[in-house]
Structures are given as C-alpha cells and as structure tokens.
C-alpha cells in the first residue's frame, strides 16, 4: 500500500466503480415503475461500495475509522448483492447477469474483509 498514492490506484475500488457502472447501465431497463424504488437502491447501494472505499481510504491512519468505513463498504457490497437478487426473481436481469454482478460483489466484500485493501 505504500505505494499507492490515490484511493483510485486500489484494484479493490476499481472493481467496485466498474460494478457501479454495470448496474448504472442494467437498471435502465429495469420497468419504469422501479424508477424509485429498486433502480435507486440498487444504485444507490452499489455506489456507495465506491464511496465507502474512498473514504476509508483517507481515514487509514485512525484505525477505527478505517475499519468502520471498510465494514460499512462490505455491508453495502451485501445490499448490493441482495437487490441484484431480487432484480433476478422479478426478472429484470438474466440469471447470467445477476451471476456475474455476485461474483464481482463477492469478490470485493473478499477483498475489503480479509486485507482491507488489496492494491
């Protein structure tokens, strides 16, 4: 880590700004009436994975912010994976889709719980 001199060098947030993205464009086709309802969670969660990240990153040097801020992006990794999970049970994403958008959450909530950051 030492190293790494911007929060947008960690390979752990950028994977979680390419998820963000992913869904940002997923959700369009999500039906109208989800417009601010399951589109808005689901972004606003997978976003927040990103921002939780940045932020912990820049209160590395207090322990317990540091780690409050990593636990709150794994938390926000898991919402992230539970609304992907009900976008797939009303079918507005692809049982591949909601697959691969698990896999990618997983491994950042893998990431962020068992190193903090992986760069």
Not at 28 to 42: A, M, V
Not at 47 to 61: D, G, I
Not at 84 to 96: F, K, N, P, Q, V
Request: charged share 30%.
């Amino acid at each position: 880590m030492a190293d790494i001199r911007s929060f947008k060098e960690l390979r752990v947030w950028q994977n979680a700004m390419d998820v963000t993205m992913l869904i940002f464009e997923l959700t369009k086709s999500f039906p109208p009436e989800e417009r601010f309802s399951l589109s808005d969670q689901i972004r606003r969660s997978s976003r927040s994975v990103a921002a939780n990240l940045a932020e912990a990153w820049r209160k590395r040097r207090y322990p317990a912010a540091f780690v409050s801020k990593l636990s709150d992006a794994e938390s926000e990794a898991a919402e992230t994976q539970t609304w992907c999970e009900i976008a797939l049970r009303c079918g507005y994403l692809t049982h591949s889709q909601a697959e691969s958008l698990d896999s990618k959450l997983e491994e950042i909530r893998s990431s962020v719980s068992k190193n903090g950051f992986t760069t």
